[in-house]
């Protein structure tokens, strides 16, 4: 079958730095996404990596290996407003080329 | 800035009724799609399309149907809710090119209860 694996819970300080890990198994894969969501709200993108290495996007990278099938998301200068709850997705093969999506990283964050 | 919409977004209804749930959006995607999410779970997709006339299944099991006659509109219908129906429905759509399905873009969401 196909899943993602991520932390359930990650726990950090106001302006610390974060890293949140996904590992995927999929039948094909063709990019790692990342998503925002907040309590009662709608996903949001944040980032995309289709090939190894680090994409940066201001306070947030996100890191991808194919070889390992292993991600993360970098979140830098963590702000009370990024408390969310984060999910990585996989656009793998399968029957229907379609995003599978971890069960998401709650983050919160203490002053 | 994605201007994709959905009505109702709070819905509670009872055993059997018919309901469909409004999705559209103003950015032209060809594609577009349903989830279904529960309260701190992942999303699990339940219906998809690549354009007008064309809607594919997900690999979640759905007792709803979909329906694509304009670019714009994606509305998904169940025709006899049931409270395993109860959940948040989500709709997105995506660009044709370049990121394509890894990039999406959500509505603000169809919260359901069925009681």
């Known amino acids: 079958g ?18 949140i890990n996904c590992t995927y198994q999929t ?8 998503y925002q969501q907040h309590d009662g709200g ?12 680090l994409e940066e996007t201001g306070r947030f990278s996100s890191f991808l290996s194919r070889s390992d099938s292993y991600g993360y998301l970098l979140l830098q200068e963590l702000q009370m407003k990024d408390s969310a709850s984060y999910f990585c997705a996989v656009r793998g093969g399968g029957s229907n080329y379609q995003l599978i999506w971890g069960a998401g990283t709650k983050l919160i964050i203490k002053p | 800035e994605a201007d994709i919409y959905q009505t109702p977004r709070y ?24 989830y279904q999410q529960d309260p701190g779970m992942e999303l699990h997709l339940i219906h998809y399309s690549y354009g007008v006339n064309s809607t594919e299944k997900g690999d979640l099991s759905s007792e709803s149907t979909v329906s694509r006659i304009r670019t714009e509109h994606f509305p998904l219908t169940l025709e006899s809710a049931r409270p395993s129906h109860t959940s948040q429905y989500l709709c997105a759509s995506s660009v044709p090119s370049g990121r394509g399905e890894n990039e999406q873009f959500f509505g603000p969401g169809t919260r359901l209860t069925v009681l």
């Open chain 1, 2 to 19: 196909q899943s993602l694996e991520q932390p359930s819970e990650v726990t950090a300080v106001e302006g610390a730095i974060v890293q």
């Open chain 1, 27 to 34: 039948s094909g894969f063709y990019g790692l996404s990342w």
């Open chain 1, 42 to 53: 709608a996903p949001t993108f944040l980032s995309y990596n289709a090939l190894d290495g």
């Open chain 2, 11 to 34: 819905l509670v209804i009872g055993t059997g009724k018919k309901i469909t749930l409004e999705c559209s959006q103003t950015m032209g995607h060809d594609k577009m799609y349903w």
